[in-house]
């Protein structure tokens, strides 16, 4: 079992930047490929980001390829997600996830935090 808690969200305007951290505990989340996802209201919950264990491979959605970057620190049991250049469009709830592959599926995770709410104003 492993428990998430996400941290960081806000409103900000458009061009600007966030970070988001997600902290593990109970086991340890170097046992986990680590991801983000995101559900905009009326909408599915879509893929962000995710990143393997030893952070030696990372998967990107094509929506945030080149303005997002994903990180761990196995030390601490945290994910980080820095987002730059942010849109409108990137205002959703923000989810971290804690799986055993590099999936883009919400069933391909086991583990869920409770999200947090990121806005983008134009």
């Known amino acids: 079992q492993v428990q998430l808690v996400e941290s960081g969200g806000g409103l900000v305007q458009a061009g600007g930047s966030l970070r988001l951290s997600c902290a593990a505990s109970?086991?340890?989340?170097?046992?986990?490929?680590m991801a983000w996802f995101r559900q905009a209201p009326g909408k599915e919950r879509e893929f962000v980001v995710a990143?393997?264990?030893?952070?030696?491979?990372?998967r990107y959605a094509d929506s945030v390829k080149g303005r997002f970057t994903i990180s761990r620190d196995n030390a601490k049991n945290t994910v980080s997600l820095l987002m730059n250049s942010l849109k409108p469009e990137d205002t959703a709830v923000y989810y971290c996830?804690?799986?055993?592959?590099?999936?883009?599926?919400?069933?391909?995770?086991?583990?869920w935090g409770q999200g947090t709410q990121v806005t983008v104003s134009s």
């Open positions: 996830a804690a799986g055993t592959s590099v999936g883009a599926t919400p069933p391909e995770y086991d583990y």
């Open positions: 109970g086991r340890t989340s170097r046992s986990y490929v």
């Open positions: 990143i393997s264990r030893n952070s030696g491979y990372t």
